[in-house]
């Protein structure tokens, strides 16, 4: 009786290792999980256009996508893709698992079209970003220098 009670135990315990490690998969971390960082606007040099710039992060398992963005700065704010220095519009970025989506100047933009009024260093602006699967998200955006550099921070 007891050399059946070890391997029993053992094979008991390699299910009960297999059965939490394909639920915790599965369960753990199965949505998208969105964030934004390092959000910014530089202070326009346009009185009807401006650039906006942030990261979406997704600690989340599975990926999402950004398909709008408005504010109520702009009448629109279109999403632009950047690639070998030209610019084009898109009408959505994907955002992957475990992975983020970034907007920076010479790459992925946002645009602000048609400004209602003008941002100045200092101000903030509000946006709301729509994905696909995941809730809108708001997003303060700080206005900052016209020559403002997040790699040293002015």
Known sequence: MRRLAVPAAALAAALALAGCGG??????????DLSVSSSYMPQPVSADMAAGFLTVVNKGGTKD???????DVADRVTLHSTTGGSMQE??????????QLVFNSGGNHLMFEKLKRE??????????????ESG???VEMPVKSATYNPSTGH
Do not use: M, N, W, Y
């Open 136 to 138: 809108p998200l708001t």
């Open 90 to 99: 898109v009408t959505s970025f994907a955002v992957p698992a475990h992975g």
């Open 23 to 32: 639920s915790g998969d599965s369960a753990g971390g199965s949505k998208a």
């Open 119 to 132: 941002p100045k260093q200092g101000d903030t602006i509000t946006l709301r970003l729509s994905f696909t």
């Open 65 to 71: 996508e950004l398909t709008s963005v408005s504010s």
